[in-house]
Structures are given as structure tokens and as C-alpha cells.
């Protein structure tokens, strides 16, 4: 694998990092960096804090489910697979709350067949070109503020319509939440992770991915009982 293949899909963690309004966010600082007092070497040693579900993140089964999986037992290959990547960014540009609907997919397996076994299903929104403004993608930069979130997210027709009818192994997006801003009880994340799949949130650079083609890692840190974790998600071009 080359690099020139590779296509980062992954935020990188600073002080601009978007997480929910409840969360503090992403902080690091450096423990050491500079000289070796009486040495002649440079070292440098830092310490994160951070919550589990912001930025390019893994929820894992657990987020939503009871007795779900956690972030270290998530299986790796229900972590990487063929993308399939369903274009909603028309109906996204006028509506800040649209959801990937059955019809979405059945456009894009009309033009590029069925999606396959193990495929992770990206959900493309055009949203990643408002990163790290949050504001405009989250829908509020006010702390706590949850009732005027909007962004797009997957429908549950969508969702049960994969559950029932492919072997989807997760799904992601490139917005905030698998479910819309708008949504008050997530039925998505409930219905998803219910059935015991992963979701990756916030991925960037989903512009670059072709609808098929590609294949996606999405690598999450490896926390024992987590409900999510960061992740450093990539994909291999064709």
C-alpha cells in the first residue's frame, strides 16, 4: 500500500476538536519539552485529556446498548471493509436536518450494484467543510446548548432497511451523531448499536472517497469498558 493511496479520513485532536455541548473537550499540554537539564539531548513527554465521543470517534455497541459490546471488544472486522459511500449533500444543502433514507441507498446501489458484505457505509453530507467551525457544524457553539443542534445524520428506515436486508459491518458519517441534530431519542444509535455494530462519527476528507472502491480502517483506541474511543480512520484507494 502506498502512500500516495492513502487517504487520511481522521480530525486531528487539538483545542478545536468538536465534541457535544456537555463535553469539555480535548486538552493537552506537555509534562517536558526542551533540553535534559545537565544533558546535552532534548525530550519531550505530554499528557490528554479527553471524552470518548468527539472528534473522528468509534461508538461502540455499548454507547446505546446494554450488555453491548465495549470499545476494546468491538471485533476489528466489523472496523474495516469496503466503503460504499451514499451521497446526500443536494437535500443537505437545503435542509440542515436530513437524514440518508432508504431511497438515498437504493439510488446508489442502482448505479453501483449492492452494497457488499462487510461494506461500511459512509454517509456523505458535505458537513466536513465546516470543520472546526462550530457553529455551523454542530448548529450552536453555546455550552449545553442541545435543542438547537442541526446536522444531517441516517434515517431508522435506513438503518432497519441494512439491518434486515445486508450484511453492513458499521456504519459512519461526516457530521457529528449517526442521528440527525434534530433527534431527541436517537433511534438510530439505539436500532445500530442495538444490533451490535459499530459507528464511526465526524470523519474528514469524505470528499476525496470514491462512491466504491475503497477500503476503510477505522482503528479506535482500545479502552477496556469504553462506550467509544477516538479513532484513526484511513482508507486504502483503488
Not at 456504519?171 to 442521528?179: H, K, N, P, Y
Not at 464511526?200 to 470528499?207: I, K, S
Amino acid at each position: 500500500m502506498s502512500a500516495q493511496r492513502v487517504l487520511d479520513l481522521t480530525h486531528s485532536f487539538e483545542e478545536r476538536t468538536i465534541y457535544w455541548p456537555t463535553e469539555t473537550g480535548f486538552h493537552y499540554w506537555y509534562e517536558h519539552h526542551g533540553p535534559v537539564a545537565g544533558e546535552e539531548r532534548f525530550y519531550a513527554a505530554g499528557t490528554f485529556y479527553a471524552p470518548e465521543h468527539g472528534g473522528t470517534h468509534m461508538d461502540a455497541p455499548l454507547h446505546f446498548s446494554e450488555g453491548g459490546a465495549s470499545a476494546d471488544r468491538v471485533p476489528l472486522e466489523q472496523c474495516m471493509g469496503p466503503a460504499c459511500v451514499i451521497d446526500l449533500r443536494r437535500r443537505a444543502e437545503s435542509d440542515a436536518d436530513a437524514a440518508l433514507s432508504v431511497a438515498d441507498l437504493e439510488r446508489h446501489e442502482r448505479q453501483w450494484g449492492l452494497l457488499p458484505d462487510g461494506a461500511i457505509v459512509v454517509a456523505y453530507s458535505g458537513w466536513g467543510r465546516f470543520w472546526p467551525e462550530k457553529k455551523q457544524y454542530l448548529g450552536t457553539d453555546r455550552w449545553a446548548d442541545v435543542e438547537n443542534l442541526h446536522f444531517p445524520g441516517y434515517s431508522p428506515e435506513a438503518v432497519s432497511f441494512l439491518l434486515r436486508e445486508r450484511k453492513v459491518a458499521a456504519l459512519a458519517i461526516d457530521t457529528a451523531s449517526l442521528d440527525p441534530g434534530g433527534s431527541r431519542d436517537f433511534p438510530v444509535h439505539r436500532l445500530w448499536l442495538g444490533a451490535g455494530r459499530p459507528g464511526f462519527e465526524n470523519l474528514a476528507n469524505v470528499e476525496a472517497l470514491p462512491p466504491r472502491g475503497a477500503t476503510i480502517y477505522g482503528i479506535p483506541m482500545k479502552i477496556a469498558g469504553g462506550t467509544g474511543a477516538p479513532a484513526r480512520v484511513f482508507a486504502s484507494l483503488p
